[in-house]
């Protein structure tokens, strides 16, 4: 099993994407450590992990919030020396058109999935610089590469986490540590279930594939990322797309 010993944080790891990651790393021998805000939800993934035989563990974290995240991986941190992975997978949407977004629709999305992931890399990489080694994967999208009618929050946010991302790969590169960024286009997830079926629809005829995607498809790219295979690979933007976006 190639991650075993490997300790991996996934964030929103309570459902969708970050729910499958985990399940998929922990049947590689990960000891996955899952952060999330839905305590019902988490303990659920947890206590799955564990009946098939995985190691896993849990925090309720606000990933907004600074000192929660920082808290968490000093926590994680000292339990068990190192930290191998990150990914920052928490997201949220609150879409409205720009002439009726209110204020808290765009500070709350900005501060979830962008704040956030400068909080989680952050407090992450100095222990990464110390063991001159880990990987960071970052949750985009392709909202925010090609933008989205109604999504200038969510859209914003998930091209700034491109920019951060690139940024982070140079400044961690000399150290041994790669960071990416996957972007995902139209998932079935519990987030874009929320659609309508006539956005839905709308979607469907944009992709070649003609098919959406699945959060298997996406946790098996960023799994990839996280291998050996992917060690000389950094600062890059993975599309998940089904050719939505070339």
């Given amino acids: 099993m190639e991650f075993t010993e490997k300790i991996?944080?996934?964030?929103?790891?309570?459902?969708?994407?970050?729910?499958?990651?985990?399940?998929?790393?922990?049947?590689?021998?990960?000891?996955?450590?899952?952060?999330?805000?839905?305590?019902?939800?988490?303990?659920?993934?947890?206590?799955?992990?564990?009946?098939?035989?995985g190691r896993a563990a849990s925090y309720l974290v606000d990933v907004g919030d600074p000192e929660q995240v920082s808290d968490v991986i000093e926590t994680i941190r000292a339990e068990h020396s190192r930290i191998d992975h990150l990914v920052n997978n928490a997201g949220i949407t609150r879409d409205n058109l720009i002439m009726r977004m209110k204020e808290e629709e765009w500070d709350s999305v900005l501060r979830v999935n962008l704040t956030g992931v400068f909080h989680l890399c952050k407090s992450v990489i100095r222990t990464m610089m110390n063991q001159r080694s880990g990987r960071i994967v970052n949750l985009a999208s392709v909202s925010g590469v090609m933008g989205n009618v109604g999504q200038a929050n969510y859209s914003a946010s998930k091209a700034g986490v491109i920019g951060l991302t690139k940024t982070l790969a140079r400044e961690a590169a000399p150290r041994g540590i790669t960071v990416n960024a996957v972007a995902p286009g139209y998932i079935g997830t519990p987030m874009t279930e929320k659609l309508s079926d006539s956005i839905k629809s709308q979607y469907l005829n944009i992709i070649p594939l003609k098919r959406f995607g699945t959060p298997e498809d996406v946790a098996h790219a960023v799994r990839f990322l996280l291998s050996d295979a992917a060690s000389y690979i950094t600062g890059e933007v993975l599309h998940v797309n089904g050719g939505m976006r070339m």
């Fill in 8 to 53: 991996s944080v996934i964030t929103g790891a309570s459902q969708g994407i970050g729910e499958t990651l985990a399940r998929m790393l922990a049947r590689e021998g990960a000891l996955t450590v899952l952060l999330d805000v839905q305590r019902e939800k988490l303990e659920s993934v947890i206590r799955s992990i564990r009946n098939e035989g």
